[in-house]
């Protein structure tokens, strides 16, 4: 039995010992409920001296920036976005290997968030680290496979005190301290720290952005209704691929020549292995002609990943 109103005490009193006033502490927002539940409660604890930051890289969802933005402001939390996506962009320039898309990421994202530390003030640092971040990154399996960078991977060298008041939580609890606390992050499906320039294959470009966000929310909007009306079972992670190379097609009486975008949904426990959903064609059918009428000029093919993992990774990047 895990008592939520208990832990939630515990806590606020834990974050206001380890961060005496007048001492500030900042917190990278990403939305996600570790973040999210981690900054209400510092809020609650410390109230203004916590700033939570929220980065935005230009690579995030449709809609993205808002929903977190209105999710701060609605549990009163002191907030800031940090608007850096022309400095992603710039940054992502030329670069085509994965690895090296996600050291850009990574190292971007620490540059921006420390400016903003800096200008806050700010000698504490927050992280939503819950018990699974600390106990798997031992083994290294993940980590050998593909970096994974999260907001959560600063560096030990900003030289700030670390505070994480969850990292004794597994998911399921952190998700039933968010209901108590009113966070409505809690349901949303795994999301990868470097946001969508991953499943934007090869360069990056605010062009291809674009279109890869616009898939990927047909994708989660089709398969959601789907579910909403008893068609399809929601799979643990749903979302669309650009490819970086065209193919011909055709538009009305001209030949075409547009961009791949490959639909990914897969079941799976943890991530560590996967198989992919067997969504009804039907569904699938809704999917490709809504992408392809949406992004005419842009997309004419749309194929759906039937490989699991392994031999596959979830993410194609
Ligand atoms: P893969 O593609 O490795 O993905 O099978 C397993 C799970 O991890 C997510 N993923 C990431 N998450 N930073 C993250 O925070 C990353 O660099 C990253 N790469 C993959 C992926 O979305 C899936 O849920």
Request: net charge negative; charged share 25%; glycine share 8%.
């Amino acid at each position: 039995f895990f008592d939520e109103q208990g832990f939630i005490d515990e806590a606020i009193a834990m974050i206001q010992e380890s961060i005496p006033a007048p001492g500030k502490a900042i917190i990278a927002c990403s939305g996600g409920v570790d973040s999210m539940v981690t900054a209400t409660l510092a809020s609650k604890a410390i109230g203004d001296r916590l700033l939570a930051i929220y980065v935005d890289s230009g690579l995030m969802r449709k809609g993205e920036t808002d929903e977190v933005e209105a999710m701060m402001k609605n549990m009163g939390i002191n907030y800031k976005v940090a608007h850096a996506a022309d400095e992603y962009f710039d940054a992502l320039k030329g670069v085509e290997d994965p690895e090296g898309k996600r050291k850009v990421i990574g190292e971007k994202f620490i540059r921006v968030f420390e400016r903003h530390a800096r200008e806050f003030g700010a000698t504490y640092l927050l992280q939503g680290t819950i018990a699974p971040d600390w106990i798997e990154s031992g083994d290294g399996v993940r980590d050998t496979i593909k970096s994974h960078h999260n907001v959560g991977g600063l560096p030990k060298d900003m030289n700030m005190t670390l505070v994480e008041p969850l990292r004794d939580l597994y998911k399921d609890e952190v998700r039933q301290v968010a209901r108590k606390l009113g966070v409505e992050a809690s349901e949303r499906q795994p999301f990868p720290g470097p946001a969508l320039a991953i499943r934007c294959l090869g360069e990056v470009t605010p062009e291809k952005v674009e279109i890869v966000r616009e898939a990927c929310f047909i994708v989660e909007d089709e398969i959601m209704k789907a579910v909403g009306n008893g068609e399809a079972v929601r799979p643990w992670q749903y979302f669309a691929v650009l490819l970086p190379s065209k193919s011909v097609g055709v538009q009305g009486d001209r030949r075409a020549y547009g961009y791949t975008v490959a639909i990914r949904a897969v079941d799976s426990i943890d991530g560590m292995t996967a198989t992919f959903s067997k969504l009804p064609l039907e569904v699938l059918n809704r999917i490709s002609v809504r992408i392809t009428d949406t992004m005419k000029s842009q997309v004419n093919r749309v194929v759906y990943d039937i490989t699991s993992k392994p031999p596959a990774t979830i993410e194609w990047e």
